[in-house]
């Protein structure tokens, strides 16, 4: 199902219909609409983008540091063949959190097509193949049943309800051991 392209291209990873990249400064008018989209809002919080500017310094700042010092961060997703920018996946290193976490967004109109479920599993098998991981969490706010769905369907479990700050709400922490084949 997943194709890695190791031909040194933009594109990390290759599914049948998605193109997983690295975001660039270019992509901030994406960024601005992903982030301020309605499911963001409600089930991500606020990450005060009021600009394209905003939206520019956001991956400059907080996505694109993850790649030089993991390998790993937010991933544009792109859907094949016109590469029209539909969402995010990736994982994290984040504070709070023993394992790496994968998240993923979509644009309201991209959701409900099965790309956050291809792009997860793309995700997690490359974490897996690429980074040696042994174990990758997902957080999740209880009532974003739509994301835990996919999270299950990604063969992950829950664990327990964690906070990643003593101040802020309880989140569902799930997570997926890999086996050694």
Same mark, same amino acid.
């Given at each position: !199902?997943? =194709? ?5 291209? %933009?594109? $990390? ?11 660039? +400064? ?7 609409? @992903?982030?301020?989209? +309605?499911?963001?809002?409600?089930? $991500? ?13 956001? $991956?400059?700042? &907080?996505? !694109? ?8 961060? *937010?991933?544009? %997703?792109?859907?094949? +063949?016109?590469?029209?920018? %539909?969402? #995010? ?7 709070? @959190?023993?394992?790496?976490? @994968?998240?993923? /967004? @979509? ?5 409900? &097509?099965?790309? =956050?479920?291809? /792009?997860?599993? /793309?995700?997690?098998?490359?974490? &897996?193949?690429? *980074?040696?991981?042994?174990?990758? /969490?997902?957080?999740?706010? +209880? ?17 327990? #309800?964690?906070?990643? &700050? ?5 989140? !569902?922490?799930?997570? %997926? ?5």
């Amino acid at each position: !199902m997943t =194709a890695i392209n190791r031909a040194g291209g %933009v594109n $990390i990873i290759e599914t049948d219909r998605l193109n997983l990249r690295r975001f660039i +400064p270019e992509d901030d008018e994406f960024i601005y609409r @992903l982030l301020n989209s +309605p499911g963001w809002l409600k089930n $991500i919080g606020t990450r005060n983008i009021n600009t394209t500017l905003d939206a520019r310094n956001y $991956i400059t700042e &907080k996505l !694109m540091p993850s790649y030089e010092k993991f390998g790993f961060g *937010f991933w544009r %997703v792109g859907l094949k +063949p016109e590469n029209l920018p %539909v969402g #995010m996946c990736g994982i994290i290193k984040r504070d709070g @959190l023993d394992d790496v976490d @994968l998240g993923f /967004a @979509l644009l309201p109109e991209h959701e409900r &097509k099965g790309y =956050a479920l291809e /792009a997860s599993e /793309a995700v997690l098998n490359y974490a &897996k193949s690429k *980074f040696k991981l042994n174990k990758v /969490a997902a957080i999740t706010i +209880p009532e974003n049943t739509g994301s835990i769905n996919i999270l299950k369907k990604c063969g992950m479990e829950f664990e327990k #309800m964690v906070r990643l &700050k003593e101040d802020e709400e309880e989140l !569902m922490l799930f997570s %997926v051991t890999f086996r050694e084949n």
